[in-house]
């Protein structure tokens, strides 16, 4: 038995069953406080890990909306639960490159990959929420697998799902066609559209999910690259929920800001250049050619990340839409 599944053990015992979103919340805060994640020896790899190329079509993508929207002087680059830095230093390349050097501002709790975040982006400033970010000043905004981490409430025949102990163990209440929910969801995406309606700028959300509404159950788990229960080992396992693009879509909107896509990554990637980015690598690098392509085909085709992870851009009713949506 780990550590928090006691803690949940004695919890729940003596407070009665907890939501799935409680749940979720305690195990996810647990989890990314003790451990870096990421990486063959961690239990997930995400997209900017796999190759450069992601991080750079990024940075390529919030550049040009920089350019188009008049190069304003003061805009920020500002990246919502940035891993181990990677995509940060990636897309900054790209973006210093494009003749801006924008001071670096990174939404994130975990004391351990804010280390890791600082030997990749020595001049970052760290933030414990969107709230706290800079009230002035245009936001490049990216948040890419932020979203499906934040905590899911789920209802069965409109009674909200809890986890109970039966015989010592950590089981569901109910089952039956489920409903999520994210309270916690809507209230990070309504802050962040409100200021980037209010200050200027683009977010590109990148994320796994699906593009309409729909009931079904999406809580997941992964431990060592592989799927697990949900309730097994409790704070060893990152635990995540499909992102509903269409709500997100639709808070956005209600905050003031305007929405573009949602586009599956794969063909956003492709419209944006990563052929021509994987050749040039490759053309660089002979040696390595056959590992650009692999990366190339791992985010972009349907059947690995292509088609399942989406794209959704907001940005500020005076601000350009990014390409590719």
Not at 43 to 52: L, R, V
């Amino acid at each position: 038995m780990t550590p928090l599944e006691r803690a949940l053990h004695d919890r729940i015992r003596a407070e009665g069953p907890i939501t799935v979103e409680a749940y979720m919340e305690t195990c996810n805060s647990y989890y990314y406080a003790t451990r870096d994640p990421l990486g063959a020896a961690g239990d997930f790899t995400t997209a900017p890990e796999i190759s450069q190329m992601f991080g750079e079509i990024v940075g390529a993508a919030l550049a040009d909306c920089w350019q188009r929207a008049g190069k304003p002087e003061d805009a920020m680059y500002v990246e919502l639960g940035p891993g181990r830095g990677t995509l940060a230093r990636d897309a900054l390349r790209v973006i210093t490159r494009a003749g801006l050097r924008p001071p670096v501002h990174f939404v994130e709790s975990s004391p351990v990959l804010r280390q890791a975040q600082e030997l990749a982006v020595p001049q970052a400033h760290w933030h414990e929420s969107i709230c706290d970010l800079p009230a002035s000043g245009p936001l490049l905004v990216v948040a890419n697998e932020f979203l499906d981490a934040l905590p899911i409430r789920q209802h069965v025949g409109g009674v909200e799902r809890r986890v109970e102990l039966i015989g010592g163990h950590l089981a569901f209440d109910r089952d039956g066609e489920i409903v999520e929910t994210s309270p916690a969801r809507d209230a990070a995406v309504t802050a962040l559209c409100r200021r980037i309606a209010e200050q200027g700028g683009v977010a590109l959300l990148i994320d796994y999910g699906h593009g309409r509404s729909a009931p079904g159950d999406t809580l997941q788990a992964v431990r060592a690259h592989r799927f697990v229960s949900v309730l097994e080992s409790p704070g060893e396992q990152d635990l995540t929920s499909h992102v509903d693009f269409q709500r997100v879509a639709e808070i956005a909107a209600q905050a003031g800001a305007e929405v573009a896509g949602p586009s599956e990554q794969g063909p956003w990637l492709e419209r944006l250049g990563i052929t021509a980015r994987s050749r040039v690598l490759a053309n660089a690098t002979p040696e390595r050619a056959g590992e650009i392509e692999a990366a190339r085909a791992r985010l972009c085709r349907p059947d690995q990340m292509g088609s399942l992870f989406k794209v959704l851009a907001i940005h500020a009713p005076k601000w350009p839409s990014p390409a590719g949506l």
